[in-house]
């Protein structure tokens, strides 16, 4: 294994855990108290930072649904992506353990949602209308990383999107499913809750990533033009937090035209 994929996997296995330690923690300790915008909050706020500190490293994909809607959409190799996905899942599990550690008893933790935070249908949703709402919110989710992070997004505004998304797809889904869109998010808090939600979190893990897998279809087809990176020598600037997507040729934006016409005009009246 190369020293830049060790890297890759051990952000991804720090980010998975932190975004449920932190996303899910502040559903076990404040779902009641400070209500669904809170944990909504949450979970995007840690996005946006991990996206920031984690994109330029291995991406920050932080979820198995992101890294299938990259690998379609051919920015990541097969062989990383299986090597992300056992990762991001335990990731999950290990911020799961730390919360249920907390919530056993370490420290006066009151676990406030009753079952770790865990995903769940039933009370609220039918099994049918979870899945929909799950693979909807999800290839919302996924289409917008898959956008905001292409050659011809504006530079360093992806975390910021993403962050939001998240946070915003939160808000819908918190008071019927506790929101997933990211099946490493649900199995972790699932094995330790054990009954309904952990026989349930099938449809938590199959859901999102059918959703990745339209978001990968659609997203090529309202993509703007792409930006090439080397045109004449001239510097593209391309924004490198949040999930990476592959480099495609494509027309050149304005601003990659004035660079490179900069460039030429450079090369062929120097200045003296």
Same mark, same amino acid.
């Given at each position: 294994?190369?020293?830049?994929?060790?890297?890759?996997?051990?952000?991804?296995?720090?980010?998975?855990?932190?975004?449920?330690?932190?996303?899910?923690?502040?559903?076990?300790?404040?779902?009641?108290?400070?209500?669904?915008?809170?944990?909504? &909050?949450?979970? %995007? *706020?840690? #996005?946006? $930072?991990?996206?920031?500190?984690?994109? =330029?490293?291995? /991406?920050?994909? !932080? @979820? +198995?649904?992101?890294?299938?809607?990259?690998?379609?959409?051919?920015?990541?190799?097969?062989?990383?992506?299986?090597?992300?996905?056992?990762?991001?899942?335990?990731?999950?599990?290990?911020?799961?353990?730390?919360?249920?550690?907390?919530?056993?008893?370490?420290?006066?933790?009151?676990?406030?949602?009753?079952?770790?935070?865990?995903?769940?249908?039933?009370?609220?949703?039918?099994?049918?209308?979870?899945?929909?709402?799950?693979?909807?919110?999800?290839?919302?989710?996924?289409?917008?990383?898959?956008?905001?992070?292409?050659?011809?997004?504006?530079?360093?505004?992806?975390? &910021?999107?993403? %962050? *939001?998304? #998240?946070? $915003?797809?939160?808000?819908?889904?918190? =008071?019927?499913? /506790?929101?997933? !869109? @990211? +099946?490493?998010?649900?199995?972790?808090?699932?094995?330790?809750?054990?009954?309904?939600?952990?026989?349930?979190?099938?449809?938590?893990?199959?859901?999102?990533?059918?959703?990745?897998?339209?978001?990968?279809?659609?997203?090529?087809?309202?993509?703007?033009?792409?930006?090439?990176?080397?045109?004449?020598?001239?510097?593209?600037?391309?924004?490198?937090?949040?999930?990476?997507?592959?480099?495609?040729?494509?027309?050149?934006?304005?601003?990659?035209?004035?660079?490179?016409?900069?460039?030429?005009?450079?090369?062929?009246?120097?200045?003296?």
């Amino acid at each position: 294994m190369s020293p830049t994929l060790l890297r890759q996997l051990l952000a991804e296995f720090v980010g998975t855990a932190l975004l449920v330690l932190v996303g899910v923690g502040s559903a076990v300790a404040g779902i009641k108290t400070g209500g669904p915008v809170v944990v909504a &909050l949450a979970f %995007g *706020l840690v #996005l946006l $930072a991990l996206a920031y500190a984690l994109g =330029p490293v291995s /991406g920050c994909h !932080v @979820n +198995p649904a992101v890294t299938l809607g990259v690998l379609l959409s051919r920015g990541i190799s097969l062989t990383e992506a299986i090597g992300y996905w056992i990762v991001q899942f335990a990731g999950g599990v290990a911020g799961a353990a730390l919360l249920a550690l907390l919530a056993s008893g370490f420290g006066g933790v009151t676990d406030q949602t009753g079952n770790l935070g865990a995903n769940d249908y039933g009370a609220t949703i039918s099994a049918g209308g979870a899945f929909l709402l799950e693979a909807l919110l999800t290839f919302v989710f996924v289409t917008v990383i898959l956008l905001v992070t292409g050659r011809a997004a504006a530079p360093g505004f992806a975390g &910021l999107a993403i %962050g *939001l998304t #998240l946070a $915003a797809v939160h808000m819908v889904a918190i =008071p019927l499913t /506790g929101t997933s !869109v @990211n +099946p490493a998010r649900s199995l972790g808090p699932a094995l330790f809750a054990g009954g309904e939600p952990l026989q349930h979190v099938w449809l938590f893990i199959l859901a999102p990533l059918a959703g990745a897998v339209v978001a990968a279809l659609v997203a090529p087809l309202i993509t703007s033009p792409l930006v090439r990176e080397e045109v004449a020598g001239a510097a593209v600037a391309v924004d490198e937090t949040g999930a990476q997507v592959p480099s495609e040729e494509g027309p050149l934006l304005p601003r990659a035209r004035h660079a490179a016409d900069d460039v030429t005009s450079q090369e062929q009246h120097p200045i003296a």
